[in-house]
């Protein structure tokens, strides 16, 4: 480093050159295709099959959609207006709507009954699965289920008042006794609720429902999506608790209630969702009183959310699993006995951990209500695939309904999906 | 000065049954086994009393009557003069058919858009993204009657096959589509060892398993010189060798011909045929689980810590090797659990077969012979015990191989 004579350089800039844009292959879209498309042979290739295949798809789909025909009254009109074009007949979609959704035997003059038990339904499901709304909207979810059936199935408002009569003075006794004495306050609001039921079963008068507010529809009436939405919405309700309390019953460390617990749940858990509901339609009614009839409705909610809830019983046991022994041994220090400990230290940790998992089982459940077709209940399925397709108008259009059917479950059980991401996120703390 | 003394010993009381946490889960239990038993005993009961005023009983008899019914898709003799007990049998090996195809298709698409789904390639990995939402949320039974209606509807009739300017041909003149399955070239031995097709069959399989350990004593040995003297012998040749000589020498002694499927009055005769249920149910559970199984397998490859990867290309690994040796051996420990629960769900889930009429389990003893013979409860009880068998096998021998592959610790 000795002494620089400046006079040597023979040139000095003595400005800032400006910056130059990148070069054009690593900027903007061209970057983009290059890294993501087409870095290297294998990919380019895999990217012309993907095109190709997108083509190709599109090509098939597209005419047949925008030349679909949305007005017309039978397959045989709407092949004569195609005339040989690709098309699709999307006739059978608004013609039959009412039977793809209600089922072909519900009264048309009380379509609004199902529909306003449906808005209803997004009322009462908004304050449990946005906790941001005002917590007073709980009790709009909590007479939901009494007006939804009186609702759907009409007949005696009294019968859906007596049930509900029962589950406030159960409520009440628990209110009470429960915060000194949790054994005594469950087991007796389980007295008391049994008691209101008989004895206002029994002072329901005869013949009720000939004359009531809203005319009763039997269950074998229901049909359609309305009878996924009802299957679905009932037994994943149902088997959230029944399942949290097998799960509870499996860890428990008496032998005996864990024993039954574990039977139960892996006997569910080894055989299909179809056998159990055989055992629905053909079996349970030799299981129940001789002069009682019970409702095949009501025997397919009940295996269905047997089956469900071992399955929410495995996630909600995962749950517990899950959490660090020092939570249980938090809750032991602060001397809290077990009810205490598990409602307000492990249950809403163990519960947050599982959701994802819970909802997987529900939109699992969901789609397998579909099953009930197999046992000649007419859902969505066994809509298309029994009165629609075989009446004279429509036998031969597939490809519309089945589309139909398909693109129905789907939103339904993405949107469920996306939400329960969308939970996911809200609840993660951080840590 | 203090003395200790022991605190009084306490009598029992009655309310140490709720109040003492030594004897509370006591009474809990006995409470527990009580309603059970009450329960067990009104459900016993009713069932006595209903059976009683329906003038039936339980009773197994009815499996060796005569069936009545005719299955068309089966692997063993059947006729509609067998038993109820062997349309059952014929039910489970199509029930374990089915599902074993299902598996083996069903990870074969699932580890493809598994992997897929991680590609650098934007195009391919939205596709496969899509694949799995779509198929994933749609109910399965749908997917199984879609696959199905194309199979029948869509697919052309054996007539369509006839004459001299038919709208159908077979493929290569060996696979015939048609709506009624699929037909396919069946090998057959001409001059077989012991004129019984299945002994011939069972000496193919049993050279297969020869050769197969053979190949595994032959890498064992090259896995013991590239101890030794850390060169690798190369086994590529003598494994194909192995596997093929015997083979091919085995081939031609018993002189191996196919009979191909050809156009006889109004359907196709010979070969292999495939129904279209099986096809249906097979392709659907295939593509509805490989869904599942791809989310599986990468959740399985993400698992694996990105060090793992660069450490692998550091030492000089090529990416081809990474996969092999590094990310997928500890992505399998992550992904065997779920792929065990899946495999359980195919073998569950074929019991859809009724749906489309393939005489898996469900549709025989389920089906038919329970609405022939109105044996409701015993039907069920012994489909209900098949299932839990198969769920427990399967079980028990993913649990083997997962042990086997588990991380060994100290």
């Not at chain 1, 299957?231 to 428990?252: D, K």
């Not at chain 1, 660090?324 to 809403?348: C, T, V």
């Not at chain 2, 079980?395 to 191989?401: E, L, P, Q």
Request: glycine fraction near 8%; aromatic fraction near 12%; hydrophobic fraction near 55%.
């Amino acid at each position: 480093m000795a002494d620089q004579d400046n006079n040597s350089i023979a040139f000095v800039a003595t400005e800032v050159i400006p910056e130059s844009p990148p070069p054009a292959r690593e900027t903007g879209v061209v970057k983009w295709l290059r890294e993501n498309l087409f870095s290297s042979v294998t990919n380019t290739i895999l990217t012309v099959l993907a095109l190709g295949l997108i083509y190709l798809v599109l090509k098939a789909t597209m005419p047949w959609i925008f030349n679909g025909l949305w007005t017309t009254s039978s397959l045989a009109e709407c092949r004569e207006i195609l005339d040989g074009t690709t098309g699709a007949c999307f006739s059978v979609l608004t013609e039959r709507w009412n039977q793809l959704i209600y089922g072909f035997k519900y009264p048309v003059e009380e379509y609004w009954r199902p529909n306003l038990a449906f808005l209803l339904m997004l009322v009462a499901i908004a304050p449990v699965l946005f906790f941001d709304l005002p917590r007073k909207l709980l009790i709009i979810t909590a007479l939901f289920p009494f007006v939804a059936f009186w609702l759907i199935w009409g007949g005696t408002i009294l019968a859906p008042l007596v049930a509900l009569i029962g589950f406030v003075a159960a409520g009440a006794f628990f209110q009470t006794f429960g915060r000194s004495n949790f054994a005594l306050g469950f087991f007796g609001a389980i007295v008391i609720a049994l008691l209101v039921w008989s004895l206002g079963g029994a002072m329901i008068p005869e013949g009720a429902s000939e004359n009531a507010l809203l005319p009763a529809v039997p269950s074998r009436d229901l049909g359609g999506f309305m009878l996924n939405m009802m299957l679905g919405l009932t037994c994943v309700s149902l088997s959230v608790p029944l399942g949290i309390a097998l799960a509870l019953g499996r860890q428990s460390n008496m032998p005996l209630i864990k024993g039954i617990c574990v039977v139960f749940i892996e006997f569910v858990r080894g055989v299909p969702l179809i056998t159990l509901l055989f055992v629905a339609s053909v079996m349970l009614s030799y299981f129940f009183p001789p002069d009682a009839t019970v409702d095949l409705f009501l025997r397919v909610v009940i295996m269905i959310t047997l089956f469900s809830a071992a399955y929410i019983a495995e996630v909600v046991r995962g749950g517990l699993a899950a959490l660090p022994k020092g939570q249980y041994e938090a809750a032991d220090s602060l001397g809290l006995d077990y009810p205490q400990a598990m409602r307000l230290i492990i249950l809403p940790q163990a519960l947050k951990i599982s959701i994802p998992g819970i909802v997987n089982v529900a939109v699992g459940l969901f789609k397998d209500t579909t099953l009930v077709s197999v046992i000649s209940m007419f859902d969505l399925v066994g809509m298309i695939r029994g009165p629609i397709l075989a009446s004279t108008e429509w036998n031969g259009v597939y490809w519309e309904l089945f589309g139909f059917a398909a693109a129905l479950f789907f939103v339904v059980c993405y949107g469920i999906s996306q939400y329960s991401q969308w939970l996911e996120r809200k609840l993660h703390k951080g840590h | 000065m203090t003395t200790l003394t022991d605190p009084p010993k306490e009598s029992f009381r009655l309310s140490m049954l709720i109040n003492d946490t030594r004897y509370r889960s006591l009474t809990f239990q006995a409470i527990a086994a009580i309603a059970l038993a009450l329960a067990i005993f009104y459900l016993g009961n009713n069932l006595i009393q209903n059976l009683r005023a329906a003038g039936l009983n339980i009773s197994y008899d009815f499996l060796g009557d005569p069936a009545g019914y005719d299955i068309n898709q089966r692997l063993i003799e059947y006729d509609s003069q067998s038993s109820h007990a062997r349309a059952a049998l014929v039910g489970v090996l199509n029930t374990l058919l089915v599902a074993f195809l299902a598996c083996v298709t069903a990870t074969i698409f699932g580890v493809i858009a598994g992997v897929l789904r991680l590609s650098n390639n934007w195009i391919v990995s939205k596709l496969m993204a899509i694949y799995v939402e779509i198929f994933r949320n749609i109910p399965v039974l749908i997917w199984i009657i879609i696959i199905f209606t194309i199979m029948t509807a869509v697919m052309p009739g054996p007539r369509e096959f006839r004459g001299d300017n038919a709208t159908s041909s077979m493929v290569f003149d060996l696979f015939a589509f048609t709506n009624r399955g699929v037909y396919v070239p069946m090998p057959f031995f001409e001059n077989g060892l012991f004129g019984n097709a299945v002994l011939n069959w069972v000496v193919v399989l049993a050279v297969a398993i020869g050769s197969w350990f053979a190949t595994r004593a032959v890498n064992a040995r090259a896995t013991e010189t590239q101890a030794q003297t850390g060169v690798r012998p190369n086994t590529l040749w003598i494994n194909l060798a192995i596997w093929l000589v015997p083979f091919i020498a085995l081939m031609f002694i018993m002189g191996l011909a196919w009979e191909v499927p050809e156009l006889k009055g109004f359907n196709f005769k010979g070969g292999i045929k495939v129904g279209g249920p099986l096809i249906a149910l097979w392709f659907a559970l295939s593509i509805y689980t490989g869904a599942f199984i791809a989310e599986n397998v990468r959740a399985g490859i993400q698992a694996v810590s990105k060090g793992q990867t660069e450490a692998a290309s550091a030492l000089g690994l090529r990416p081809n090797k990474v996969m092999n040796l590094v990310v997928l051996p500890q992505a399998l420990r992550v992904i065997i659990p779920p792929l065990i629960s899946q495999y359980l769900n195919i073998t569950k889930n074929s019991s859809l077969a009724i749906a489309v009429g393939y005489a898996d389990i469900t549709a025989t003893l389920g089906g038919i012979t329970l609405n022939q013979t109105g044996r409701a409860i015993e039907c069920v009880l012994l489909l209900m015990l098949f299932y839990l068998t198969a769920s427990l096998l399967i079980s028990m021998a993913m649990n083997v191989y997962n042990a086997s592959v588990k991380l060994k610790e100290r």
